[in-house]
Nanobody, 130 residues
Framework: VQLVESGGGMVHPGGSLRLSCAFS????????IGWFRQAPGKEREGVSC????????YHADSVKGRFTVSRDNTKNMVYLQMNSLKPEDTAVYYC????????????????????????WGEGTLVTVSS
């Protein structure tokens, strides 16, 4: 199982970025994928996720209405579209998948089950600054 993020960069407040997560070794029918971020000096937090069991997505309150998750099964890609970016969105963004598939809805991993995400990418830096 491997995951590789890309698409990070610097953007002005109010701007948009689309992050990509290229994955291998599994399908989205088998494993949920989550997006997490870690800002300088802060703990890693859950942002958004795709739930494999029913195809649903979930977003943390801090990004709800601004971020969306989508997938391309043909390319083994998951995307995080980020709109109306704020300086507080500045962080390294990671995609990750379950160590053991199906333990919980993906939202559970965002809030209390981060340790159950067994596979992580290296992260991509997003900087929101004027």
């Amino acid at each position: 199982v491997q995951l590789v993020e890309s698409g990070g960069g610097m953007v002005h407040p109010g701007g948009s970025l689309r992050l990509s997560c290229a994955f291998s070794g599994f399908t989205l029918d088998e494993r949920s994928i989550g997006w997490f971020r870690q800002a300088p000096g802060k703990e890693r937090e859950g942002v958004s996720c795709f739930n494999s069991a029913d195809g649903s997505t979930y977003h943390a309150d801090s990004v709800k209405g601004r971020f969306t998750v989508s997938r391309d099964n043909t390319k083994n890609m998951v995307y995080l579209q980020m709109n109306s970016l704020k300086p507080e969105d500045t962080a390294v963004y990671y995609c990750a998948t379950e160590g053991t598939p199906g333990l919980t809805h993906c939202s559970g991993y965002l809030y209390y089950g981060m340790d159950f995400m067994g596979y992580w990418g290296e992260g991509t830096l997003v900087t929101v600054s004027s």
